[in-house]
């Protein structure tokens, strides 16, 4: 019997809604240990978000409403996006994947002009900053999970061969590579980078908009880690409920293991981490695809 | 050990320039004429290659009638203090600007100017340290101005000078690195720096006027303590020093240990609260938790061996009021060797973080010349190559008895920089262990002593951001004249250079690479109907 996902829809939603502040709770508590720090409660951020829901803006800007209406629209596109990758873990229709990608991509690029809607140098030059890295890191994450689904189709239906193996890996690779970068961790918070541009696309927001800007942020930590999940766990135990079970176990793995990795490491700067994310890109994509036309037409 | 060679040249010198000359211990005394100023100024600093470490006017007039003005230098390969002094008109002083001979005496100039009331002829001139309302005949260290005398302050309001050809960044004076307030308006193109303009002292603490008026010797080593929260002991040794010195103090022995043990537990300290800030900065926060969990140990470790884990308060004229008893030097040299262990282990790690490395490595350069020619202090011109440190060129308290190594890097760099400070602390470490394996016995502390009037003490000491100076002139039961040069005055100058083309990311970790050590109340910016303006607080 198949089982439909309409039974779990709204709880489903629910879930994916707060799961990502939890998350961020975990990573905080993580990232403490890891600096041997006792850090906050995992609750944290919970009621970080709360509190700030229930403050007023310190300020009125003028493009407010703007600002506003953007998040709230991305927030929404980012659940949806959660919603139709678990139609492609449980169902397998891959154009499901192909709506959940193509509303990740306008989610994060709604995301990302907002601070461009507010008159502050530091907001402009960090919105620039995001700017200039979603250009380059937007077109990798969409092309590597495109062509790591497409890959995993094609291996589920037909013989595995060691080229596709190593093809799905390389894909793979750029895949979490740029949903690391998407998440704007350390080396990538160059449009935050609290030094130089003193919180940068957040400088001037406070606040309800503020914890919406922060939800949003951790919500495209949350899709940009599930979506290049979802081919891997389809991968391992096919489509259905358990490869989605198998996806939510994984998430909050996958999730510390970000947090650790941005632990090590130091913020980049903006002419130096968009360039090398390219050079990896190309570099990586170009032998997969090349590798992709050989197998295609052997 | 007096050094006849150097001796003779600066003989010499002040014979060929109408001057007159007489040796007090390490310094050297030059009184020349106004008109023959630049000309010796240029031959101690350019010929000689004496460091400029600061000028001092001093209203004499209850004392000759006269203004002076006095540029001090020190000559670190010969180890002496050179003092050069002219007497100005007690009615008009006009005294003629070294800057076209020495730049690095740009700042001090001016200061004299806003403060004594001295005019400098062949510069430009601009107010540095009093506010813009200030009156401009009012002189707050002249000594006919009561120390408690304030102008009723007046609100202004300051616009941010526009370019139309590059942007402004404002950083400052409230911005997330910058721990204390200042202000650096960023000129960029792009996220290029293209200039910078520097503005501080916008309020002066004025505690010179304070310590001069108000208080007496004693008293005065507690108020020198809080000119710094991170190296007051520095300040607070090189004063009693100085005093010291113009009184021809005899301290114990075993004083001048505990004061060089307790200067090197704040240079650790400095380093490791300098190195946590740098890896914040780098976004490393690792670096910086693991940093600043390291130096917690010398937080603990100063408060077993002075009773406080910041601002220590033991020093005296005369020597110190805490000793160190066995048990607490063997519990110390226990901690030592943990830090020693800890930070080397630490360290290896975050400087082998791509970011870390990539990020220090060939960003805010400052050439040796421009080190030299400013005559930048500590680390920061360690790492331009320039190999100067008091506590071996000008031996103080207790060094001479140690042993160490002085770090020079040739690059300029933030890494460089760094790099001095990391090879120091170790150096601090070994210095203290000597130290205290070799304590001496007997008194702490002078009992009975006396200080004359009209006396002249200078010392420098090597504080974490480089050297510090005090110029004391003995008056009666408290200094007549008592000038302090924290190391940062001479290295902000330097920062022009530094930022100059470097990318905007990097500019908090250059600034942040002097060490900085601001005053502590600046303006504010604040932006009204999106245009930005400063704003004078004045309360």
Redesign the interface.
């Known amino acids: 019997m198949e089982f439909s996902l309409n039974y779990i829809l709204i709880p489903l939603i629910a879930f994916y809604a707060i799961i990502p502040l939890i998350l961020d709770g975990l990573e905080r508590k993580l990232k403490a240990a890891l600096q041997s720090r006792i850090g906050p409660p995992i609750t944290q951020t919970v009621y970080d978000v709360l509190k700030l829901l229930l403050v007023k803006e310190t300020k009125n800007q003028p493009t407010l409403p703007y600002v506003t209406l953007t998040l709230l629209s991305s927030m929404v596109m980012g659940l949806l996006a959660l919603y139709y990758v678990t139609l492609y873990i449980v169902q397998g229709d891959i154009i499901n994947m192909f709506y959940a990608l193509a509303l990740l991509a306008v989610f994060t690029s709604t995301h990302t002009v907002t601070p461009l809607l507010v008159p502050n140098p530091y907001s402009y030059i960090g919105g620039m900053r995001e700017v200039m890295l979603a250009v380059v890191n937007e077109a990798a994450f969409i092309t590597s999970i495109s062509l790591y689904t497409i890959i995993l189709q094609k291996t589920l239906v037909e013989r595995v061969t060691w080229v596709s193996i190593l093809i799905m890996l390389l894909v793979a690779i750029v895949a979490f590579i740029s949903s690391y970068a998407t998440s704007s961790r350390v080396p990538f918070d160059i449009a935050e980078a609290e030094p130089e541009l003193a919180s940068g696309v957040f400088i001037e927001f406070s606040g309800r908009i503020l914890a919406l800007n922060i939800y949003n942020l951790l919500l495209r930590r949350l899709a940009a880690k599930f979506l290049v999940l979802a081919p891997t766990v389809i991968l391992i135990s096919g489509h259905g409920l358990i490869s989605l079970i198998l996806g939510l176990l994984l998430t909050p793995l996958i999730w510390a293991l970000y947090a650790t990795i941005a632990v090590v490491l130091g913020r980049s700067r903006v002419d130096i981490a968009p360039l090398t994310l390219a050079k990896i890109y190309i570099t990586l994509l170009l032998i997969s695809i090349t590798g992709l036309l050989v197998i295609t037409h052997a | 050990m007096p050094n006849p060679e150097a001796i003779a040249k600066y003989v010499e010198l002040a014979e060929k320039s109408s001057g007159v000359i007489y040796i007090e211990g390490d310094t050297i005394h030059i009184i020349v004429p106004a008109s023959k100023l630049v000309d010796v100024a240029d031959i101690v600093f350019n010929k000689y290659n004496c460091s400029f470490r600061v000028c001092a006017g001093i209203d004499e007039r209850p004392l000759n009638g006269h203004f002076s003005l006095v540029h001090l230098f020190t000559d670190d390969k010969a180890g002496y203090y050179v003092a050069i002094k002219t007497y100005l008109s007690g009615d008009n002083p006009v005294a003629p600007s070294i800057v076209s001979a020495v730049p690095a005496a740009d700042w001090c100039e001016m200061e004299a100017r806003d403060l004594v009331g001295i005019e400098f002829t062949g510069r430009e001139t601009f107010r540095l340290v009093l506010p813009p309302w200030w009156p401009s005949n009012l002189h707050p260290l002249r000594k006919d101005v009561p120390y408690n005398y304030r102008p009723e302050p007046r609100i202004e309001s300051e616009k941010i000078s526009y370019s139309s050809e590059y ?4 950083l400052g004076p409230y ?3 910058l721990h204390e307030p200042e202000y650096f308006e960023l000129y960029v193109e792009g ?1 290029r720096i293209v200039d910078v303009k520097y503005r501080g002292f916008h309020v002066h603490r004025g505690i010179e006027k304070l310590a001069e008026s108000r208080m007496n010797y004693q008293q005065i080593n507690f108020l020198a303590e809080r000119i710094c929260g991170i190296c007051g002991f520095v300040h607070s040794t090189c004063y009693a020093l100085a005093v010291e010195k113009a009184a021809k103090l005899d301290v114990p022995e075993r004083a001048q240990f505990i004061r060089s043990i307790v200067l090197e537990i704040e240079r650790i300290h400095s380093h490791l609260l300098w190195l946590g800030v740098a ?12 940093v600043w ?1 390291a130096r917690e140990r010398v937080m603990w470790l100063a408060e077993l061996l002075t009773g406080s884990r910041k601002t220590y308060g033991i020093n005296l004229i005369g020597g110190v009021r805490r000793d160190i008893s066995e048990d607490k030097k063997q519990k110390a040299l226990e901690v030592l060797r943990e830090l020693n262990r800890d930070f080397k282990s630490l360290i290896e790690v975050a400087l082998d ?4 490395k ?2 220090l490595t060939g960003t805010g350069v400052l050439p040796r010349e421009y080190a030299i020619k400013l005559s930048v202090e500590g680390p920061t011109a360690r790492a331009s190559g320039v190999n100067k440190d008091a506590r071996r060129d000008l031996p103080y308290a207790a060094y001479k008895y140690a042993s160490f190594k002085v770090p020079v890097y040739s690059e300029g760099d933030n890494l460089a920089r760094a790099l001095v400070r990391i090879d120091e602390t170790f150096e601090s470490i070994s210095i203290i262990e000597q130290l205290l394996d070799k304590l001496p016995g007997g008194p702490i502390l002078l009992s009975d002593f006396e200080i004359p009037e009209g006396k002249v003490g200078v010392q420098v000491v090597e504080a974490p951001r480089g050297g510090d100076i005090h110029y004391i002139v003995t008056g009666k039961g408290a200094p007549y004249r008592w000038r302090v040069r924290a190391p940062t005055y001479a290295n902000i100058p330097a920062l022009r250079i530094m930022l100059r083309d470097q ?7 250059t600034i942040a690479s002097i060490d900085p050590c601001f005053s502590c109340t600046d303006r504010v910016i604040v ?1 009204r109907d ?1 245009r930005v303006e400063r704003v004078n607080l004045l309360r």
């Open positions: 942007g402004v960044i404002p911005h997330p690195t996220e890896f914040h900065l780098l976004g490393y926060d690792a670096g910086f938790m693991h969990r973080v791509p970011q870390v990539r990020r990318p905007l990311a990097d500019a908090p970790i932006i999106g």
